[in-house]
């Protein structure tokens, strides 16, 4: 796993308020009591209406109303919402509507039902339309991958059939998720989600009784609905002012209502992905804790104003959780919203110029694992309030050093606080759990993309770089950049390890990024030239992230001799040795990773210097064992599998361990790819200290392996034992420390200077995924490691992680 918190940057946790990603990661999900499916990861059911027409209702038609909370759009293509009654009887049917086109990423999605005889004021203009007449008090609507009508009528067979994406029974409906359905509809009342549009799988705690306030794709309401009357914007300023709106907490102490007239100066216009435009009050008020910017979603349509523009805003105000599952913080933000535009080329607010004399070093407020939400802002005490209490305002940071390089997204990350640890080259090192960067900000692209700059970590970003502050869920705050300065390169050059004498040992492990036969020969020979003249071809090499031969097709392969073969023969091409190979197939997606890719490790190594011992009996599901004592010490199988039955590894790769042998000695490795961090809250959640939970897993997975090579030391005391790999983990993480425990492994990562401690960076943290362990018979002076800084820190990768390689006398 390449991330803390994500799967890679190509398929990271969906973002909103960016360019468009591609799916989102997997998560590990603890099952919740009763029937009930997993939590929606796209389009949820955001509010049903059934009293379309009736008597008392201002609506002619029923709708349903779906959102899309994550950053991406959601195909609705082959896809329906369905009805059944409250209390279906055994001739009821699913009653079917079938959609299309998508929901925009952060944006809504309007059905319309059935009209009835009564009401006065139509539905704004629907995406879709259909013929279900739903019940004003009881009922059950489902969001389903297919146009087949479903067939369940139990809450537990509906939560089984994978086709359905989400589902919401109301009033006294039998089918429903969690607890309860969701109480309190009625001619007159829509049931609806939070602003948060949280999704628990629980109907009764996610969904509330309302006025019904249908919205469709272009951001539509309809009249009548105290969004500001008809079509027209607001004519007057209104009381409220952006300050009132934002607070001196992280929420809104106005979420959920209608704001008339809220002046502003625009400040910054976004025309991708989630739509809109932020203003600022430029009479702000006395209070540091209180924002006087506020982003201004605009939807589908996108945004018919510019920056200097003299606005009033007529809104709902809703607090949106870019990452919710995630634990991420609120974005304030004014919806559902009319617009008029009283005066252009107005100066903007001068920014809120952000360095070390401002930020604070310590990073958030510690609330026990609790939410900080309610907690009053400490602007000069921590830098998350810093940053909250300037989101949506015109920011800068000026001559900042580049902390991880850019993307393909037109991203970067810079550290605008000086005294944050730094590392030996230029980045921000992390060095742990309570020694947090504060300085760390993602700078993203307002502008055309060819004008947002290619830089690497060291470089520095002269002259102002700024624009309103936003907040993601790729890693928190963001400057929504207006104006980019000018890349002064740092003169980074990717690193080359040092000769090995001939009587040293060198063992290297390269995460290949899902390496499989169709990546490009362009990948394949930058990875190749990486082991060959970078690490200088170690004798043996494990490889982490080696695909299947035909990568993500999804169709039971699970042999990897073509990925290999294309490898080494590309490593001979750049000059590298004949690498023979070892390794287990897994068993078909039990191993986590890409689906249908079948990730797993492979052992390289070079005959003319080392020898390979076979012990046949290795397979997927066999564990390894250990037989015979002192010299006679040897593994039952290898390769073979440590444990692979062991539920620590479920979903998750098996260690691969192999005996070698090194001018007569036997040489034990274990290749390792611990399972990821997806599901962990951010650093910058709104729980804090943040839950890491993915460490559960990790830590049972350490214990296996500790428990083994305890077991291998027992047999033989000076057995020479290397454990390598990607461990998905820090180093003064619990599962390193359990892998070091009884002094059975040493890890070489915390012999460098602090400096230098980091093989991965992520959200602007240069910090260490990959590490090379090794047993007490290889002493301190028999070994030379290195971190060989070839990717992480470079705008061109072959991999997101940089290789790693020891020297060793045995």
């Given at each position: 796993m390449p991330s803390p918190f994500s799967t890679r940057r190509s398929r990271r946790m969906l973002m909103r308020a960016t360019l468009p990603a591609a799916v989102t990661a997997s998560l590990v999900l603890v099952p919740l009591p009763g029937a009930v499916a997993t939590p929606s990861a796209g389009a949820v059911i955001a509010e049903v209406y059934g009293g379309g027409g009736n008597s008392g209702a201002t609506l002619k038609n029923d709708f349903i109303e779906l959102a899309n909370p994550t950053g991406a759009a959601f195909g609705l293509s082959g896809y329906s919402v369905q009805y059944l009654p409250g209390s279906p009887s055994a001739s009821s049917k699913w009653g079917v509507t079938t959609l299309s086109g998508s929901v925009a990423a952060g944006g809504r999605y309007l059905v319309a039902g059935a009209p009835g005889t009564g009401g006065t004021v139509a539905l704004p203009n629907p995406d879709a339309t259909g013929t279900l007449a739903l019940s004003a008090t009881t009922g059950t609507i489902a969001l389903v991958d297919g146009t087949d009508a479903l067939t369940c009528k139990t809450s537990e067979d509906c939560a089984a059939d994978p086709r359905v994406v989400d589902l919401v029974g109301f009033g006294t409906a039998l089918v429903h998720e969690g607890s309860?359905?969701?109480?309190?509809?009625?001619?007159?009342?829509?049931?609806?989600?939070?602003?948060?549009?949280?999704?628990?799988?629980?109907?009764?705690?996610?969904?509330?009784?309302?006025?019904?306030?249908?919205?469709?794709?272009?951001?539509?309401?309809?009249?009548?609905?105290?969004?500001?009357?008809?079509?027209?914007?607001?004519?007057?300023?209104?009381?409220?002012?952006?300050?009132?709106?934002?607070?001196?907490?992280?929420?809104?102490?106005?979420?959920?209502?209608?704001?008339?007239?809220?002046?502003?100066?625009?400040?910054?216009?976004?025309?991708?992905?989630?739509?809109?435009?932020?203003?600022?009050?430029?009479?702000?008020?006395?209070?540091?804790?209180?924002?006087?910017?506020?982003?201004?979603?605009?939807?589908?349509?996108?945004?018919?104003?510019?920056?200097?523009?003299?606005?009033?805003?007529?809104?709902?105000?809703?607090?949106?959780?870019?990452?919710?599952?995630?634990?991420?913080?609120?974005?304030?933000?004014?919806?559902?919203?009319?617009?008029?535009?009283?005066?252009?080329?107005?100066?903007v607010p001068a920014p809120v110029v952000l360095d070390g004399s401002n930020i604070p070093a310590a990073y958030a407020p510690d609330a026990a694992g609790a939410s900080i939400e309610s907690l009053p802002l400490r602007t000069d005490a921590y830098a998350l309030d810093l940053y909250e209490s300037l989101e949506g305002m015109n920011v800068e940071v000026r001559d900042v050093s580049v902390a991880q390089a850019s993307n393909s997204y037109h991203e970067l990350w810079v550290n605008a606080r000086a005294q944050d640890p730094r590392s030996a080259r230029g980045g921000s090192v992390y060095l742990g759990y309570d020694q947090q960067n504060a300085g760390r900000l993602l700078v993203q692209s307002l502008g055309a993309a060819a004008d947002f700059p290619v830089a690497d970590v060291g470089d520095t970003l002269t002259g102002a770089t700024g624009g309103p502050l936003d907040y993601t869920n790729y890693g928190g705050y963001a400057v929504a950049a207006t104006r980019v300065g000018t890349v002064q390169s740092g003169g980074l050059e990717r690193e080359v390890t040092a000769s090995a004498l001939p009587s040293e040992l060198?063992?290297?492990?390269?995460?290949?990024?899902?390496?499989?036969?169709?990546?490009?020969?362009?990948?394949?020979?930058?990875?190749?030239?990486?082991?060959?003249?970078?690490?200088?071809?170690?004798?043996?090499?494990?490889?982490?992230?080696?695909?299947?031969?035909?990568?993500?097709?999804?169709?039971?392969?699970?042999?990897?001799?073509?990925?290999?073969?294309?490898?080494?023969?590309?490593?001979?091409?750049?000059?590298?040795?004949?690498?023979?190979?070892?390794?287990?197939?897994?068993?078909?997606?039990?191993?986590?990773?890409?689906?249908?890719?079948?990730?797993?490790?492979?052992?390289?190594?070079?005959?003319?210097?080392?020898?390979?011992?076979?012990?046949?009996?290795?397979?997927?599901?066999?564990?390894?064992?250990?037989?015979?004592?002192?010299?006679?010490?040897?593994?039952?199988?290898?390769?073979?599998?440590?444990?692979?039955?062991?539920?620590?590894?479920?979903?998750?790769?098996?260690?691969?361990?192999?005996?070698?042998?090194?001018?007569?000695?036997?040489?034990?490795?274990?290749?390792?790819?611990?399972?990821?961090?997806?599901?962990?809250?951010?650093?910058?959640?709104?729980?804090?200290?943040?839950?890491?939970?993915?460490?559960?897993?990790?830590?049972?997975?350490?214990?296996?392996?500790?428990?083994?090579v305890a077991k291998l030391l027992a047999a033989d005391p000076g057995a020479r034992v290397v454990s390598l790999g990607d461990f998905n983990d820090y180093q003064f993480s619990p599962a390193l420390k359990t892998l070091t425990k009884g002094g059975v492994l040493r890890d070489l990562v915390n012999e460098l200077p602090a400096s230098e401690r980091y093989s991965y960076v992520y959200q602007g943290n240069s910090q260490v995924l990959d590490h090379i362990l090794v047993s007490p018979a290889f002493k301190p002076q028999q070994t030379r490691y290195d971190v060989v800084h070839i990717n992480s820190e470079f705008a061109t990768q072959a991999s997101d992680h940089d290789p790693q390689v020891v020297r060793v006398k045995p």
């Open positions: 309860g359905a969701a109480p309190g509809a009625s001619n007159t009342a829509a049931v609806a989600r939070a602003a948060s549009l949280a999704d628990t799988d629980d109907n009764a705690a996610d969904f509330q009784a309302g006025a019904p306030t249908p919205v469709n794709s272009k951001g539509e309401s309809a009249p009548g609905d105290g969004s500001g009357g008809g079509d027209t914007g607001p004519t007057e300023p209104g009381t409220v002012r952006v300050h009132d709106i934002q607070g001196a907490t992280r929420l809104s102490p106005m979420a959920g209502k209608t704001v008339t007239g809220v002046p502003g100066i625009v400040t910054g216009v976004r025309t991708y992905g989630t739509k809109g435009f932020w203003i600022q009050d430029p009479n702000p008020d006395a209070d540091p804790a209180t924002s006087e910017g506020v982003f201004v979603y605009t939807g589908g349509t996108g945004p018919a104003v510019k920056v200097g523009d003299s606005v009033l805003v007529t809104a709902k105000v809703t607090e949106y959780y870019p990452n919710n599952p995630g634990g991420s913080q609120s974005l304030t933000e004014l919806s559902n919203t009319k617009v008029t535009v009283v005066s252009s080329d107005n100066p060198t063992i290297g492990t390269y995460n290949v990024e899902n390496l499989d036969p169709g990546d490009s020969d362009e990948k394949f020979a930058e990875l190749a030239k990486g082991v060959v003249t970078n690490l200088r071809s170690p004798d043996i090499l494990a490889l982490e992230e080696v695909q299947d031969d035909n990568g993500p097709v999804n169709d039971g392969t699970v042999t990897s001799g073509a990925t290999v073969a294309k490898f080494t023969e590309a490593i001979k091409a750049a000059g590298g040795p004949a690498y023979d190979w070892r390794s287990v197939d897994p068993e078909n997606g039990k191993d986590g990773g890409e689906p249908g890719g079948n990730i797993r490790q492979v052992f390289l190594f070079n005959p003319d210097r080392v020898s390979f011992t076979d012990i046949p009996g290795g397979d997927a599901t066999t564990a390894v064992d250990v037989t015979g004592t002192g010299k006679r010490t040897s593994l039952t199988a290898s390769p073979g599998r440590i444990d692979p039955a062991n539920e620590a590894w479920n979903n998750s790769r098996k260690p691969l361990i192999g005996q070698f042998r090194f001018h007569n000695k036997p040489v034990y490795v274990i290749a390792n790819h611990f399972n990821s961090k997806g599901g962990d809250q951010g650093l910058d959640s709104r729980f804090q200290a943040p839950t890491r939970s993915s460490e559960v897993q990790r830590g049972k997975q350490a214990e296996v392996e500790q428990a083994f």
